[in-house]
C-alpha cells in the first residue's frame, strides 16, 4: 500500500458525457501526477500539479483538466468523452517535484465510454 | 523526446530461475533516472528498483539488480530465485532532470513465474 487512493474503481460513461476522477496524495506531498494507461500499454503522463497549480503537461487535449486542492486531494476532469478515452487512470504523488522524489501510485480508476 | 522500448511483450520463467528483461531509451539528456516498476494485477505500480545515471555501480534490491550499459543506452533488470508473485507486468521507465518528475514508460514486459 502505497497511501495514495483513487476514486471510484471503475466507471462506465458514455460518449460526449463528462467525468471527474479522484486522488487522495499522501499527506505532505505537494506534486501529483496524473497519467491514462490504455489497455496492453504503458501510461502515459497527461499533466501535473504543484501547489496547486499546473506544472508540465503531456499530448493531451485542453478537454483533459485538473485540480489539486490544499487538503493533498486532486482532480482529473475529462470533457465531452471520446471512445478513446476508455483506459485505467493513474494518479502518482511525491513529496516534491524534481529528479529525486520517489511517486507513490494509486491503484487507479478504470474507466468505460460507451 | 526521450523514448523507453521493450522489446519483449511477454517473458515466462519457472520458479526459483533467473530472468532478465531488457530495456533501451534514447535520450539527449546528461542527468537521468531510469527505473523499472511492476503492476500486478491488482493494477497498482510498485516501484522495483532505481539507477541514477551519474552513478556507474549497478542497482541491486535483494533478488533485482540491474545491468546499466550508459552508452548503450540499455537498462536491463535480472529477478533471481523467481518467485511466483513475481508474475506481473513490468515497465521500464525514465525521468530527466529537468521533467519535474514526470515519467516516460515502455510499452511493457508481461512477466510469468511459472511453479
Redesign the interface.
Known sequence: E?GVTQSPTHLIKTRGQQVTLRCSSQSGHN?V?W?QQAL??????IF?Y?REEE??R?NFPPRFSGLQFPNYSSELNVNALELDDSA?Y?C?S?LD???Y???F????T?LTVL | AQTVTQSQPEMSVQEAETVTLSCTYDTSESNYYLFWYKQPPSRQMILVIRQEAYKQQNATENRFSVNFQKAAKSFSLKISDSQLGDTAMYFCAFMKETSGSRLTFGEGTQLTVNP
Open positions: 502505497t506534486t501526477s497519467y496492453g500499454q504503458g501510461p502515459q503522463f501535473q504543484y506544472n508540465g503531456g485505467l493513474l502518482a511525491s517535484r524534481g529528479l522524489n520517489e511517486q501510485f494509486g491503484p487507479g478504470r
